[in-house]
């Protein structure tokens, strides 16, 4: 008798709907019952009467679990599972690959080596999705800035958000130097991601400063001409410090259009669909007055280190089985 390979058995994950209205509802119990304090993994499985290890697995999105698991889990913060919280998936995953391992730099998006860092995540996945949001990411390099800048972008692509992503490592050094060249190049590189034609010249006029420009080549060209919400979302923005001349003028410029969305004018409702990641490794180099600098408002985050828990568990990700004195 032939023997019927046996199917894989199938489970499921959260959606990013779900996961979103997860973490809101977790948000909001952590608020009113726990000081604002995070949930320990420890207190979330008390809470939710499920064990550590299925928590992971739930919390991870990668890892399939039964549905009854889903929904006594959403049911633990007053939540009814549906159908859009939840796709299907194969309860199996291939192992880590050793050899595509790099050791340094962005963590892909599909990569189980991602280790969250809660409730930041969470905090940045409901900022993004705010009319006129501005996030900053600071901490120092490689610990884990842009992989997190790259998954918050891709919260906003998944609830239609458009996005552009300026990393100023890729400007010469030339651009540095002037900022009306600075402005332009900018606006240029905007421009040319959101797939749009560069009609500077026509929208710049140098009677006016140069921040005046790029203010009127958003408002007037960029944030007119898309259908959507845009993320302007600035990588290594500490190649920018080491240039004081215009430091000052682009920080302020960044200040000024998160405030233009407050101003509660005709044009308030355009700047909305502006959302604004900013994402640097040291302090700024230069002295800024409180009313002029974006880093003091909006989302403010500072990436910690990892707890001896999340290092155990990036540790069990590679396949390791390090015990607590190699965690420490």
């Known amino acids: 008798m032939v023997k019927t390979p046996s199917k894989r058995k199938r489970g499921v994950i959260i959606s990013s709907q779900g996961w979103q209205r997860l973490q809101q509802a977790k948000r909001k119990m952590e608020m009113q019952g726990n000081a604002g304090e995070p949930y320990t993994l420890e207190e979330l499985s008390k809470i939710t009467r499920l064990s550590s290890n299925t928590i992971t697995k739930v919390q991870r999105r990668k890892f399939p679990v039964d549905k009854q698991t889903l929904e006594s889990f959403f049911k633990s913060f007053n939540l009814t599972l549906i159908d859009s919280d939840y796709a299907e998936a194969i309860d199996s995953l291939p192992p880590v690959n050793r050899e595509r391992i790099v050791l340094g730099g962005q963590i892909p998006l599909d990569s189980l080596l991602y280790v969250e860092r809660p409730p930041i995540e ?86 006016f400063g140069s921040n005046y420009n790029a203010t009127h080549y958003f408002e007037n060209y960029l944030l007119r001409e898309i259908d959507s919400d845009l993320v302007l979302a600035l990588d290594e923005v500490d190649e920018v410090f080491h240039y004081p001349e215009i430091t000052a003028d682009f920080l302020g410029l960044l200040r000024a259009w998160y405030e233009k969305s407050r101003y509660g004018d005709g044009c308030s409702v355009l700047w909305q669909k502006l959302r604004i ?26 990436l910690p280190e990892f707890t001896p828990e999340q290092v155990q568990d990036l540790s069990e990700r590679h396949g390791l089985r390090w015990k607590i004195g190699e965690v420490e």
């Open 277 to 302: 990641i900013i994402v640097h490794s040291t302090e700024v180099c230069i002295s800024l007055p409180v009313n002029q600098s974006p880093l003091n408002v909006g989302l403010s985050v500072e």
């Open 122 to 207: 969470s905090l940045c996945y409901e900022a993004i999705v705010q009319p006129g949001a501005l996030i900053r990411i600071k901490a120092p390099k490689q610990m884990g800035k842009t992989s997190l800048m790259a998954r918050v972008l891709q919260q906003a692509r998944e609830q239609n958000i458009r996005t552009v992503t300026l990393s100023f490592q890729l400007a010469d050094t030339q651009v540095f130097l002037e900022l009306d060249r600075f402005l332009r190049w900018f606006c240029a590189i905007a421009s040319s991601q959101l797939g749009l034609p560069k009609r500077i010249s026509e929208y710049w006029d140098d009677i």
